[in-house]
């Protein structure tokens, strides 16, 4: 039987490459170098964007194609170019805007300003609450108030969303899925460890394996050639897509029930640990260099 070889792996950030504390461990930085040294094309694939993600990028020393905002956005994160974006119907985006102020959210507006920056807008009018601020102050969210988003432009709006308590997110979740149906891709990501969902909405044609393949076919490689780790339910169609899917030891069940393998959780360097056995197994084949 012939044995597969890889040319690229597409990691997840959050809960990941960064363990339980959001940082990166010195094992894991080596070991992402192991697998550039082999060869391998490494692509970050997360949900946060670009500046949310640029001092992760910073710490780990690798700066090339990257998948941000759910696959809603790649980037070339050493010339600091946007290659591709998806972005919302303006309309579209102020129907959701305005079912979720109606139920009394402020909302959370990631608009994509083609200036190399992303920028938040929430709603001015509605007060915040309690899962709101303290989501804002974990992520260091810089943003700006301008009124009821149901009337906003919307013409550069990549995501819109609300941060809420578990208790009340699937029943949010539910009301948007019955009203807009197949016309928005709508996600509940777990924060692990400050007690709140948070809630993303996008133009249904955004995942993360469509921005992995962008990335791909820049380099020349194949679908089957790719290994793809995460470990929340936004890393679903990388991972089922991929040549090997690979869930966090730490991932949600839905994940780990996709996944080709489970390796160890993000508090005990499973990423790195897979990463070296990869290298060491000698599966890489260096990938061809894209433009």
């Not at 509940?188 to 400050?194: D, N, S, V």
């Amino acid at each position: 039987m012939v044995q597969q070889i890889y040319r690229m792996i597409a990691i997840d950030l959050d809960g990941t490459l960064l363990s339980p504390q959001s940082t990166v461990s010195q094992r894991t930085k080596a070991a992402v170098h192991q697998a550039l040294d082999a060869g391998l094309l490494v692509c970050f694939a997360t949900g946060r964007n670009w500046t949310e993600s640029r001092a992760i990028l910073d710490t780990v020393e690798h700066y090339d194609k990257a998948v941000f905002v759910g696959g809603a956005m790649v980037v070339d994160t050493n010339k600091e170019v946007t290659l591709h974006r998806t972005l919302m119907a303006p309309q579209l985006a102020r129907d959701v805007c305005a079912a979720l102020e109606s139920m009394g959210h402020a909302v959370l507006v990631l608009q994509d300003t083609n200036n190399g920056g992303c920028e938040y807008l929430v709603s001015g009018d509605i007060e915040l609450d309690e899962s709101t601020v303290k989501w804002m102050a974990v992520t260091e969210s810089t943003v700006k108030r301008v009124g009821r988003l149901s009337r906003y432009e919307h013409d550069h709006t990549i995501r819109v969303g609300i941060v809420a308590s578990p208790d009340l997110s699937a029943g949010i979740k539910a009301k948007l899925e019955e009203t807009f149906g197949k016309r928005i891709l709508c996600q509940m990501l777990m924060a692990i460890g400050y007690g709140v969902h948070v809630m993303e909405v996008f133009d249904p044609a955004v995942n993360k394996w469509q921005g992995i393949l962008h990335v791909a076919a820049h380099h020349g490689v194949r679908a089957e050639e790719i290994i793809a780790i995460g470990d929340d339910i936004n890393d679903l169609t990388m991972i089922r897509n991929a040549g090997m899917g690979v869930a966090m030891g730490n991932a949600r069940a839905e994940v780990k029930a996709a996944a080709k393998r489970i390796i160890g959780t993000n508090s005990e360097d499973g990423l790195a640990i897979f990463l070296e056995e990869l290298v060491a197994e000698h599966k890489v084949l260096p990938a061809p260099q894209g433009d």
